[in-house]
C-alpha cells in the first residue's frame, strides 16, 4: 500500500463509494470510476454554499454524494446545510481543517471552525490519522443512509505532514457494508429531533458492521486502557490519539491514568464519558480550539455537563456521587504537541490543588505549564528518525520508507515530516513509527532509537542528536570505509553523548542529490536497523538482494519516481544496507579525553537534563 495523507485518503475512499463528488479545495485526487465501476462526476467550485446546494439536488435525486470543502469555509453554507438535515438527505461532507500560523485568529485555526457546525442538525465524526479518514468516511456513510440524518466528517491538517500507508476500499467490502452502488431511496422530511433518537443506533450499527468486516475496531469513544483509573486525560482528534499514544509511557513512569479520545463530536456520547471516569478523582481535557471569554473549551463545556447530568440523576446516565476536579488545557494553533507537553500535563493534573485549573501550551507563562524533567525512553514501537536538508526529500524518504518496512517487515507503520528548530540543528525530520500494532499519534516523541544524518553539516549546528534514546544507533554521513576515521569525524559534543547514552555508531553513504535517490539511501539504512530489532523482525531474514527487489518495486509504485532513479535508487539502498561502516564499542570506549573535553560543550550538556 502506498503511503497517503489525510487529503489523498479522503479522495481515494470517496472515488470508491460516491457517484459524485464536490470539490470546495485544490489538490483532491478521485477515481475515475468507483468500485462498482459507475463513473464517478467530480465538480470543483469555490462558492461552498453553491456546492451543499447542489449536493441536496443530486441526492434526492438518488445519487450518493459528497463534499469536501476547507471548515472554515463551511460557515458561509450553514443554510444549505441546514436545509440538508431538514430534508434528511444522507450527504457526507468532509471538513478540512487547516494548522494556525501567525495572523490567523484562533476561530480560524484548526479545528476551531469546524465545532461551530456542532449546533447543526448533523451526526459529526472527528477523525485523527490516515486510517481514520478511510474509516469515518465510509462509517458516516452508512449511518446517514441509515438514519437520514447527513454527517460531517472532521480531518486534522496539522503543522507536521503525517503519512500512512492506506489502500482504497475493494468492491466486496463496499458492497457487503453499504448494500450496493445505489444509496437507500431518500426519506421524507422530519422533525429534527427524531435525528437524536435515530442516528446515534445508526451509527452505532455502522461502526460494529465495520469492525466484523475489516476487525478494525471503532466506537463512538476509545479508552486506554479498559481499566479505570484515578486519574484521566481527554481530547478530540488529533490531540485525543496522542493522549492514548502516551498512556503506556506515563503508566510505565508510575501514573495511575487512563485516557480517552472522542470519536463521535455529534451525537456527543456524554453516558459513556461519564462510565468511563466515574470513579476518576481528577481529569484534564486537553483540546485545541482556545475560547478566552467562555468558562472553557467546548470539550470541557461537554464533559462538565454530562457529570452534571449524571450527578441529577438523568436518564440513560450512570449514577454517581460526586464529579470528579476537571482541569480544562488548551494546546495554542500554533504550537505543534511535544511529549513533553504531555508530561507537564500529567504533572499539573497529580499535583493535586496545587496545579493550575486551566493552562494554554504555548501561551504566556503566567498560564502555561513548565515541563518536568523526565528519562527519555523510545517506547515500543521501532522509532527512526531521518534529517535531511530539504523538504521534499523529507517526504520522499518518509513515504519509501514507510512502504519498505511495510512490505519486507510486515509493519505497521506511520511518519511525520517537520520542520526541525536549529537548536536540534535545523532542516526537515521525517519520524518513523513502525511496529506490529497500528502506531498512534504524530506528535514528537521524547525519543528515537536511530538517527539517520542526511548530509555533512547537521552536526555543524544545533543538537541532531538530542533524541537519541539510551541504546539507540546514529547513522552519520561518511564517506570513509575505515571505522575509525569515522569516529574521528564525530565532534567532541558529539561523541560525549554517544559515549554516555551507549549509542551504536555507524558510518554510511546517502551518496545522492536527487529527493528520490536520498530517500532510497534512507531506506536502506532504516531497514538495516530494524532488521536488528528482534521484536519488528521476528525472526524474519533480510538481506541486500530482498533490499533492492523491495525499495525498487515501492519506488515504481509511487509514479514520482523515473525507471532510471528507480534503478538508481535500490542500488543506493543496497549499498546503504550492506556496506555502511560500524565503529566498534571498544573504538568509543578508549575516547577518554575527547569524551571529557566533549561534555564541556553545552550541547552535551543540555541533552542530559
Not at 268 to 297: S, W
Request: hydrophobic residues 45%; aromatic residues 4%; contains cysteine.
Amino acid at each position: 500500500m502506498k503511503p497517503r495523507d489525510i487529503a489523498q485518503a479522503v479522495g481515494l475512499v470517496e472515488g470508491s463509494t460516491s457517484q459524485r463528488v464536490l470539490l470546495g479545495v485544490e489538490g483532491l485526487d478521485v477515481a475515475s470510476h468507483n468500485a462498482f465501476g459507475e463513473h464517478v462526476a467530480v465538480e470543483a467550485g469555490t462558492d461552498v454554499a453553491a456546492l451543499a446546494r447542489r449536493a441536496a439536488h443530486v441526492a434526492s435525486e438518488g445519487e450518493r454524494v459528497a463534499v469536501v470543502a476547507r471548515a472554515v469555509d463551511l460557515a458561509a453554507a450553514r443554510g444549505e446545510l441546514a436545509r440538508i438535515a431538514a430534508r434528511g438527505l444522507p450527504v457526507v461532507v468532509h471538513a478540512l481543517t487547516e494548522p494556525g500560523g501567525t495572523g490567523t485568529p484562533a476561530s480560524e485555526s484548526g479545528i476551531a471552525p469546524a465545532l461551530t457546525l456542532g449546533d447543526l442538525p448533523w451526526g459529526m465524526l472527528v477523525g485523527a490519522s490516515v486510517g481514520d479518514a478511510v474509516d469515518l468516511s465510509l462509517v458516516a456513510r452508512r449511518a446517514a443512509e441509515d438514519s437520514g440524518c447527513p454527517f460531517f466528517v472532521i480531518h486534522e491538517r496539522l503543522h507536521v505532514h503525517s503519512l500512512e500507508p492506506a489502500a482504497a476500499p475493494s468492491r466486496e467490502l463496499v458492497e457487503a457494508f453499504l448494500g450496493g452502488p445505489r444509496p437507500p431511496p431518500r426519506t421524507a422530511e422530519t422533525h429534527e429531533r427524531a435525528f437524536a433518537e435515530r442516528a446515534p443506533f445508526a451509527l452505532a450499527s455502522a461502526m460494529r458492521e465495520l469492525e466484523s468486516l475489516t476487525a478494525r475496531r471503532h466506537d463512538v469513544i476509545e479508552r486506554v486502557p479498559s481499566s479505570d483509573a484515578p486519574l484521566g486525560l481527554v481530547g478530540i482528534g488529533a490531540l485525543g490519539d496522542s493522549l492514548l499514544a502516551d498512556v503506556d509511557r506515563q503508566r510505565a513512569a508510575g501514573h495511575d491514568v487512563a485516557a480517552v479520545r472522542v470519536v463521535a463530536w455529534r451525537p456527543f456520547p456524554g453516558a459513556r464519558l461519564v462510565k468511563a471516569f466515574q470513579r476518576a478523582l481528577a481529569i484534564t481535557v486537553l483540546e485545541g480550539v482556545d475560547r478566552p471569554l467562555a468558562a472553557n473549551g467546548p470539550l470541557a463545556v461537554q464533559l462538565k455537563a454530562a457529570f452534571a447530568d449524571a450527578l441529577t440523576w438523568a436518564p440513560d446516565y450512570p449514577g454517581i456521587g460526586r464529579i470528579p476536579r476537571i482541569v480544562s488545557g488548551v494546546v495554542s494553533s500554533r504550537r505543534e504537541l511535544e511529549a513533553s507537553d504531555l508530561d507537564a500535563v500529567v504533572h499539573n493534573l497529580v499535583a493535586d490543588e496545587r496545579g493550575k485549573r486551566s493552562f494554554v501550551l504555548g501561551g504566556e507563562a503566567s498560564v502555561s505549564l513548565e515541563s518536568p524533567t523526565v528519562p527519555r525512553t523510545a517506547g515500543r514501537f521501532f522509532a527512526f528518525r531521518g534529517l535531511t536538508q530539504r523538504r521534499d526529500s523529507a517526504v520522499a524518504a518518509a513515504s519509501l520508507c514507510a512502504s519498505v518496512l511495510g512490505s519486507v517487515l510486515g509493519a505497521r507503520t506511520q511518519v511525520a515530516v517537520r520542520a526541525v528548530g536549529d537548536d536540534e540543528g535545523g532542516g526537515f525530520a521525517f519520524d518513523l513509527l513502525a511496529g506490529k500494532d497500528r502506531p498512534r499519534g504524530v506528535h514528537a516523541r521524547h525519543a528515537v532509537r536511530v538517527v539517520a544524518l542526511g548530509h555533512p553539516g547537521a552536526l555543524a549546528q544545533g543538537n541532531a542528536l538530542a533524541r537519541l534514546a539510551a541504546g539507540g544507533m546514529v547513522a552519520l554521513p561518511s564517506r570513509s570505509r575505515a571505522a575509525d576515521a569515522v569516529w574521528g569525524e564525530v565532534p567532541p559534543w558529539a561523541k560525549a553523548i554517544l559515549f554516555d547514552r551507549g549509542a551504536r555508531v555507524v558510518g554510511w553513504s546517502p551518496d545522492a542529490d536527487e529527493p528520490w535517490g536520498l530517500a532510497a539511501a534512507f531506506a536502506g539504512i532504516a531497514l538495516a536497523a530494524a532488521a536488528a530489532d528482534r521484536g519488528l523482525a521476528a525472526g524474519r531474514t533480510v538481506d541486500g538482494g530482498v533490499v533492492e527487489r523491495e525499495v525498487a518495486e515501492a519506488m515504481r509504485a509511487h509514479g514520482d519516481a523515473s525507471q532510471a532513479s528507480s534503478e538508481r535508487g535500490s542500488r543506493a539502498a543496497r549499498a546503504a544496507f550492506e556496506t555502511h561502516v560500524e565503529v566498534p564499542r571498544s573504538t568509543v570506549d578508549r575516547e577518554d579525553d575527547g569524551v571529557r573535553l566533549g561534555r564541556r560543550d553545552s550541547r552535551a550538556a543540555a541533552s542530559e537534563r
